[in-house]
């Protein structure tokens, strides 16, 4: 079954410090992967994606994520925490043409 | 902010009852697919339109059904709503069948009672 995992339900980070947001997938065929975020009562934003090319994609917002074959995953950075940046956070992949598939979200706290 | 909109914002339903949710797509997009979220869990796709056909199906019973129409405005319509059809349920457009990015929309707050 093709699937997303974020193992961590919350990252804590201290403003200014680098973030890393963990996900792993789990796909037939090549991966087409997304990171998006959700605010209070908002809908979900798209940060970033990966469909082919350079491991690293940079994305919205100073987001980057590192796509690693080897390891299949797919980790959501940044080099310095904004306290805005303090959100859900979701991976997702996509399947056929038509769905993704997302994470359960990982909530980043980013402190002053 | 995506131009996708949707209505209502929320919504306060009894078990058996039916409802209906819009969504209005972004301007030159004609795909709209349709999620729906739980409390406390990442979006679970439902169903997707290209076209005004079903291009599309989650695991999701029959109860759930959507229209596209000629303007590629999307509803969602849930019959017989169970207590467990609470969630917020989420609209995404994009242009194509094959789209790379979904713009999603703020969501319809559902809560059935």
């Known amino acids: 079954a093709q699937s997303v995992a974020q193992p961590e339900d919350q990252v804590n980070v201290a403003e200014g410090n680098p973030l890393t947001v963990k996900c792993t997938y789990s796909?037939?065929?090549?991966?087409?992967l997304f990171w998006y975020v959700q605010y209070p009562n908002r809908g979900l934003q798209f940060l970033l994606k990966?469909?082919?090319?350079?491991?690293l994609v940079k994305g919205s917002y100073g987001f980057e994520a590192e796509f690693n074959k080897s390891q299949t995953s797919f980790h959501l950075k940044k080099p310095s925490a904004l306290v805005s940046d303090s959100a859900l956070y979701f991976c997702?992949?996509?399947?056929?043409?038509?769905?993704?598939?997302f994470g359960t979200g990982t909530r980043l706290q980013v402190f002053p | 902010e995506t131009g996708v909109t949707q209505s209502p914002t929320h919504l306060i339903k009894t078990r058996g009852q039916q409802v209906t949710l819009r969504c209005s797509s972004q301007?030159?997009?004609?795909?709209v697919s349709w999620y729906q979220q739980a409390l406390g869990q990442g979006p679970q796709f439902i169903f997707q339109?290209?076209?005004?056909?079903?291009?599309g199906r989650g695991n999701f019973p029959p109860r759930f059904s959507g229209l596209q129409f000629p303007n590629y405005s999307s509803e969602l319509n849930v019959n017989a709503l169970e207590l467990d059809d609470s969630a917020l349920y989420l609209c995404?457009?994009?242009?194509?069948?094959?789209?790379?990015?979904?713009?999603f929309g703020p969501g319809t707050r559902l809560t059935v009672t």
């Open positions: 995404a457009s994009s242009f194509g069948q094959t789209s790379y990015e979904q713009y």
């Open positions: 796909v037939s065929g090549n991966p087409y």
């Open positions: 990966y469909i082919t090319g350079d491991n």
């Open positions: 997702a992949v996509r399947v056929g043409t038509d769905k993704l598939i």
């Open positions: 301007s030159g997009h004609n795909t």
């Open positions: 339109y290209y076209r005004e056909e079903e291009n």
